[in-house]
């Protein structure tokens, strides 16, 4: 029987043990531009994206991207500014992780040196975004106090952010909300096993607050 | 200043150790119909749908459903059904969760009895669904095994579980999908003092896989 374990495909791993020693970040994220031209937004910005430093997968669902976590952040950062349109408005859902014990070696790459290759074309772009977000530092009984440490950084880092339910809101420009979620990731990385970042993106929204 | 505890906003409740006595349940949620339209189709779902039994707040990224468990799924699998149009493409991210420590007894409805309102009228609907999911059960060492069952229970259900990197999908009628769901907050809320359980459904995708 296949196992569950946060992912891995491949049967022949031991169960438990083996994902937290690897050095492999990822992002699962599906992109929703609220607009009937949806199929072209979606397929012109991942024209503009460079994933040459990733591991890339696609479903009907969601794409997953691999490797280091500068890299992988970087794609999805390019990506949702590639897909921006004025006026038009979209979500972008993801979850960034590591650490899971059920993670395989594979499908990833590790080897990429270099500047991140969005960075240039991304700099350039800038909006405003809204977004909500929860952590989830996993196997470790601690873990709100985690989540209250990552809390005052969004405080520090000037993102206002408001508990609501079940998440934490934030707002601020895209390149900013992109840099607090990849600074918590580093911060996760470095004291938790494993963790899950959770985290939309809204732009455009007509609803006013 | 106000703390982080998955949400709660009131900050004259003990940080701790609360929210895990208490027997509400929530799911926060976004609709993305992936269409110029989205506005009257989000606006007419919420219409047809029967939110009396729930505390329900909504902001600009998501809407919250705060009750007894059943009230809440029947809230949330009613609303997306009365969302469903032939052909368009829409998606469902949320999250389910009950337990968090920093949890607060207010903005909840617990005293409803009788049967779930939506329930007569999303009977009648049946559509397939793509779902993924990913289950969090916290502050416990043994999360892994907790996912396991689950993953097993999706099989026994008929679901097709098939795991991808951070993520298991399945894919079933509506109604079954639902039920799966609800069944598995059963579960943990039986096994662990707080989980989350993040979902995302996806209807009427182009994507042929």
Same mark, same amino acid.
């Given at each position: 029987?296949?196992?569950?374990?946060?992912?891995?495909?491949?049967?022949?791993?031991?169960?438990?043990?083996? +994902?937290?020693?690897?050095?492999?970040? /990822?992002?699962?994220?599906?992109?929703? $531009?609220? @607009?009937? !031209?949806?199929? #072209?937004?979606?397929?012109?910005?991942?024209?503009?994206?460079?994933?040459?430093?990733?591991?890339?997968?696609?479903?009907?669902?969601?794409?997953?991207?691999?490797?280091?976590?500068?890299?992988?952040?970087?794609?999805?950062?390019?990506?949702?500014?590639?897909?921006?349109?004025? +006026?038009?408005?979209?979500?972008?859902? /993801?979850?960034?992780?590591?650490?899971? $014990?059920? @993670?395989? !070696?594979?499908? #990833?790459?590790?080897?990429?040196?270099?500047?991140?290759?969005?960075?240039?074309?991304?700099?350039?772009?800038?909006?405003?975004?809204?977004?909500?977000?929860?952590?989830?530092?996993?196997?470790?009984?601690?873990?709100?106090?985690?989540?209250?440490?990552?809390?005052?950084?969004?405080?520090?880092?000037?993102?206002?952010?408001?508990?609501?339910?079940?998440?934490?809101?934030?707002?601020? !420009?895209?390149?900013?909300?992109?840099?607090?979620?990849?600074?918590?990731?580093?911060?996760?990385?470095?004291?938790?096993?494993?963790?899950?970042?959770?985290?939309?993106?809204?732009?455009?929204?007509?609803?006013?607050?």
């Amino acid at each position: 029987m296949q196992q569950e374990g946060c992912g891995c495909q491949r049967e022949d791993l031991p169960w438990s043990g083996r +994902g937290t020693k690897l050095d492999i970040s /990822g992002c699962r994220f599906s992109l929703y $531009p609220m @607009d009937s !031209d949806f199929v #072209s937004i979606i397929l012109g910005a991942l024209e503009k994206t460079d994933t040459s430093a990733v591991w890339s997968q696609s479903d009907a669902l969601s794409t997953v991207y691999r490797g280091r976590l500068p890299y992988v952040a970087d794609a999805v950062k390019g990506l949702f500014i590639n897909a921006w349109r004025p +006026g038009v408005h979209m979500a972008l859902e /993801g979850q960034f992780s590591k650490g899971c $014990p059920g @993670d395989c !070696d594979g499908d #990833s790459l590790l080897d990429r040196q270099g500047p991140a290759p969005n960075q240039a074309l991304a700099a350039k772009r800038h909006f405003p975004v809204l977004c909500k977000l929860a952590l989830y530092p996993m196997g470790v009984g601690d873990y709100i106090d985690q989540i209250a440490q990552v809390w005052r950084m969004a405080e520090d880092a000037g993102l206002a952010p408001a508990t609501i339910h079940y998440a934490t809101r934030i707002s601020g !420009d895209v390149h900013q909300v992109f840099d607090y979620l990849e600074a918590v990731c580093r911060r996760m990385e470095e004291t938790v096993p494993h963790y899950i970042l959770h985290f939309t993106l809204s732009v455009n929204s007509p609803t006013q607050e």
